[in-house]
C-alpha cells in the first residue's frame, strides 16, 4: 500500500527545499514512488507549436535521446497535449496510445497531470511508468501529491518572478555590477559560484524588467536601491 | 574533416576521505546517459584547494565531513577563497541536519544525499549547472 506521508518527497526535504536542485530531487523522489523511471514538469505556454524542456521553470531528467533537436517536444506529442484540453489527470497505457515520448521512453504506462499557478502559467507533469497503467485511486494519490510538491515549488521558486523589491544579496550584486565587475569576479568577491550570480542576475532583470546589465544598473540608479 | 576539435569533456572533483566513494562515483558516471564526463579525487580539502588553484576543474562534490575538518561550512569557503567559481555540491549519507539549510551561505550551490545520486541525477546537475542563464543580450560585453 502506498504511503504518501512517508514518502521522501513529503517529508523533511519538502520543507528544505531552496532551489531547482531540491525540487529535481522531489519531484525525482515523486516519480520513483510511482515507479516512474523518468518525469518531466514541463511549462505549457499558448500559441507554441513545441514545447521546450530546457527553458524557463521546466525540469526533467529525461535523456536527450528523447526530447527533439532543439530540446523539446512537439505540441502534438498526446501526453501534453492532453494539459491543454484538460485540467483533470489521466494515466495512458503504451498500447492504447501513439505517443513518441512513451514509446521511445521504453514504458508500460504514463501519467499526465495538469497543474498551474495562482499566477495562471501552465505546466504539465509527465511520469513514464515501468507497470501497468495506474487506477482512479492511484491517479488521484499522484495528482493530489504533485500538486503539493508543485505548490511548494511555486512558493519557492516561481513566485520570484512577481516579487518586485530587491534582497539585499540582489542589491550587492548590482552594485558590484554598476562597478563594471564581470559574474566571475563578482563570485569571487562574494564566495559564490559564477551559476549563483548569474542565477541572482536573472532573478534581478525579471524583477525589474529589464533585458541586460546596463539597464539592470540604470533601473537601480533610477529607482533609488544603488546610488 | 571539419577541423573542429571534440569539446572536453565535464571534470568532475570528488573530495571525500574514503577512497570507496571514489568507485563508487565512477560506476555511476559509466551510467550517465550522453557525453563522457571524467573524474578526479582527491581524499582531503588541502589537496582539493591545491587541485582547484591549478584549474580545470567543473563542478566539485565535497563530502560533508572531512576528517579531521567540521563539515561543509568549514570546507566550503576554503575552495571558494582559492578562487573557485564553479558549482559546488556537498555530498553526504545524511542531510537532514538543520544547518544544511544554510549551505547558500557558505558558497555552495547544491546538497544531495549520497543515494540519491545516479546517472539521472549526475546529467541533470551537469546541465543545470553548465546552461546559460542570460540571454545573448545579458553578455558581459554589453556593459
Given at each position: 500500500m502506498l504511503e504518501p506521508d512517508a514518502a521522501f518527497h513529503l517529508g523533511p526535504e519538502f520543507d528544505n527545499a531552496l532551489n531547482r536542485m531540491d525540487f529535481f530531487r522531489l519531484f525525482k523522489a515523486l516519480a520513483s514512488n510511482f515507479d516512474a523511471r523518468y518525469f518531466a514538469l514541463i511549462e505549457v505556454g499558448g500559441d507554441e507549436t513545441r514545447f521546450d524542456a530546457?527553458?524557463?521553470?521546466?525540469?526533467?531528467?529525461?535523456?536527450?535521446?528523447?526530447?527533439?533537436?532543439?530540446?523539446?517536444?512537439?505540441?502534438?506529442?498526446?501526453?501534453?497535449?492532453?494539459?491543454?484540453?484538460?485540467?483533470?489527470?489521466?494515466?495512458?497505457?503504451?498500447?492504447?496510445?501513439?505517443?513518441?515520448?512513451?514509446?521511445?521512453?521504453?514504458?508500460?504506462?504514463?501519467?499526465?497531470?495538469?497543474?498551474?499557478?495562482?499566477?495562471?502559467?501552465?505546466?504539465?507533469?509527465?511520469?513514464?511508468?515501468?507497470?501497468e497503467r495506474p487506477d482512479h485511486k492511484e491517479l488521484a494519490l499522484i495528482s493530489h501529491e504533485a500538486a503539493l510538491v508543485f505548490q511548494r515549488y511555486f512558493d519557492v521558486i516561481l513566485s520570484l518572478d512577481s516579487i518586485t523589491g530587491l534582497s539585499d544579496r540582489e542589491i550587492q550584486i548590482v552594485r558590484w555590477t554598476s562597478e563594471g565587475k564581470t559574474s566571475a569576479e563578482i563570485a569571487i568577491i562574494l564566495g559564490l559560484s559564477e551559476h549563483t550570480v548569474n542565477s541572482?542576475?536573472?532573478?534581478?532583470?525579471?524583477?525589474?524588467?529589464?533585458?541586460?546589465?546596463?539597464?539592470?544598473?540604470?533601473?537601480a540608479l533610477r529607482s533609488g536601491m544603488i546610488n | 574533416m571539419t577541423g573542429q576539435s571534440?569539446?572536453?569533456?565535464?571534470?568532475i572533483l570528488l573530495v571525500d576521505d574514503d577512497p570507496t566513494e571514489q568507485l563508487?562515483?565512477?560506476?555511476?558516471?559509466?551510467?550517465?546517459?550522453?557525453?563522457?564526463?571524467?573524474?578526479?579525487?582527491?581524499?582531503?580539502?588541502?589537496?582539493?584547494?591545491?587541485?582547484?588553484?591549478?584549474?580545470?576543474?567543473?563542478?566539485?562534490?565535497?563530502?560533508?565531513?572531512?576528517?579531521?575538518?567540521?563539515?561543509?561550512?568549514?570546507?566550503?569557503?576554503?575552495?571558494?577563497?582559492?578562487?573557485?567559481?564553479?558549482?559546488?555540491?556537498?555530498i553526504s549519507s545524511d542531510i537532514s541536519g538543520a544547518y544544511f539549510r544554510e549551505f547558500r551561505e557558505f558558497g555552495v550551490d547544491f546538497r544531495m544525499g549520497k543515494d540519491e545520486i545516479d546517472g539521472n541525477a549526475i546529467s541533470f546537475?551537469?546541465?543545470?549547472?553548465?546552461?546559460?542563464?542570460?540571454?545573448?543580450?545579458?553578455?558581459e560585453d554589453f556593459l
Open positions: 530546457h527553458g524557463g521553470h521546466s525540469l526533467h531528467n529525461l535523456p536527450d535521446a528523447l526530447l527533439d533537436a532543439k530540446g523539446g517536444f512537439s505540441r502534438d506529442e498526446p501526453l501534453l497535449a492532453h494539459v491543454l484540453v484538460s485540467s483533470a489527470a489521466r494515466s495512458f497505457d503504451a498500447t492504447d496510445v501513439k505517443s513518441p515520448l512513451l514509446e521511445q521512453g521504453g514504458a508500460q504506462s504514463a501519467v499526465s497531470v495538469p497543474l498551474h499557478t495562482v499566477t495562471a502559467k501552465r505546466f504539465a507533469l509527465i511520469l513514464l511508468c515501468n507497470r541572482y542576475i536573472a532573478a534581478i532583470l525579471r524583477k525589474l524588467q529589464v533585458v541586460n546589465r546596463a539597464q539592470m544598473v540604470a533601473s | 571534440a569539446p572536453t569533456p565535464p571534470l563508487i562515483l565512477k560506476r555511476k558516471l559509466q551510467s550517465v546517459d550522453g557525453p563522457k564526463i571524467d573524474l578526479e579525487y582527491v581524499p582531503d580539502i588541502g589537496q582539493a584547494v591545491e587541485r582547484v588553484s591549478a584549474g580545470g576543474i567543473d563542478l566539485i562534490f565535497l563530502d560533508n565531513r572531512l576528517i579531521p575538518n567540521n563539515d561543509f561550512r568549514e570546507t566550503a569557503p576554503l575552495l571558494r577563497q582559492a578562487g573557485f567559481v564553479g558549482p559546488i555540491g556537498i546537475i551537469i546541465s543545470e549547472y553548465t546552461r546559460d542563464q542570460l540571454s545573448e543580450t545579458c553578455a
